[in-house]
């Protein structure tokens, strides 16, 4: 009750203070001493992205929209020094201008697992157009780091190719000397008829120099057959391999070939119609309350100077 009737004795006073205070803080947040600022907002969910260990695509997402290099290069598309007000040729004016960047440029992740950027600005074209530009730098961030993997796995696989085509080119030469010089072609055919006519033509009571003949090719084939049939195996092997790593080959060159998307914007951006802050009732509303509580205490002081001094 005697705080209330001190409210009521100075309530005068403290009106007066409450609606000056009021009125400063109006004036304060007004245009003529804090410029107002638009918000640019998009939503995005990640396409494309290929996570490593144990981190989601999400947090993938997040880490390229959060990387220096876009930061660096944001600021310097959109002279956002200049834009700022930050002297770049003082001491500390990089930590300052990234600051700013932060205050005006925030980036994370929803309870949805989306990502929401929200980027202020005194000029909403410009604040949509940041919003854009960090959308498409990640893009193009992620595109050459896949990019850039899957070179590695073309040249890897180039290698694979390379091998085993000179292997089959080795065993391609092998096969034909046999071919030519011993007259190999299919071992297991060769043998049933060469055994078939053989016994023919004993049977039939044959020249010898018919035998002699074919007893040649039957030579041949006993001292160069177990060759040729491995040779024939390692060959269809290693053929089939190629082949393999040929379909793996073609798949990593078409994927570092590819121009993809790495985000579903599922929230464009747009230049907002509405300035964003200042929030100027909050503003009016703070001084007005601080002024008012500041007076309150000035007055329980004035009231009290004799309890204070005997205190004293």
């Not at 907002?41 to 390229?64: C, D, H, I, K």
């Amino acid at each position: 009750m005697s705080f209330l009737r001190l409210i009521y004795k100075w309530r005068l006073q403290l009106l007066v203070v409450f609606v000056c205070a009021g009125g400063i803080g109006l004036l304060l947040s007004s245009e003529w001493f804090i410029k107002p600022k638009y918000k640019s907002t998009a939503v995005l969910y990640p396409a494309n992205l290929t996570p490593y260990g144990n981190e989601t695509a999400t947090e993938q997402m997040l880490q390229l929209l959060q990387s220096a290099d876009i930061r660096t290069t944001i600021c310097q598309r959109f002279n956002l020094a200049d834009r700022y007000q930050i002297d770049m040729n003082k001491k500390g004016a990089y930590s300052a201008l990234y600051d700013t960047y932060s205050d005006n440029v925030d980036i994370r992740r929803t309870e949805f697992e989306s990502v929401k950027i929200d980027v202020y600005d005194t000029d909403p074209q410009q604040a949509c157009s940041i919003v854009d530009s960090i959308i498409g730098m990640m893009n193009m961030k992620a595109r050459i780091l896949q990019r850039s993997k899957t070179a590695e796995v073309v040249n890897l696989l180039k290698e694979e190719l390379d091998y085993k085509q000179a292997e089959i080119d080795t065993l391609e030469v092998s096969l034909k000397i046999l071919r030519e010089k011993y007259g190999l072609l299919d071992y297991y055919i060769q043998t049933k008829e060469a055994l078939k006519r053989y016994y023919k033509l004993i049977t039939s009571g044959a020249t010898k120099d018919r035998l002699v003949e074919l007893d040649g090719i039957l030579k041949n084939l006993e001292a160069k057959g177990a060759q040729s049939v491995s040779l024939k195996q390692m060959h269809q092997k290693a053929y089939e391999s190629y082949s393999e790593i040929r379909v793996q080959y073609d798949k990593a060159l078409s994927d570092s070939r590819k121009v993809l998307t790495y985000a579903n914007v599922v929230a464009k951006p747009y230049p907002s119609d509405k300035k964003s802050t200042p929030v100027r009732w909050v503003i009016m509303c703070i001084c007005a309350i601080s002024a008012f509580v500041f007076s309150l205490l000035v007055i329980v002081v004035v009231e009290n100077k004799g309890f204070f001094s005997k205190l004293k």
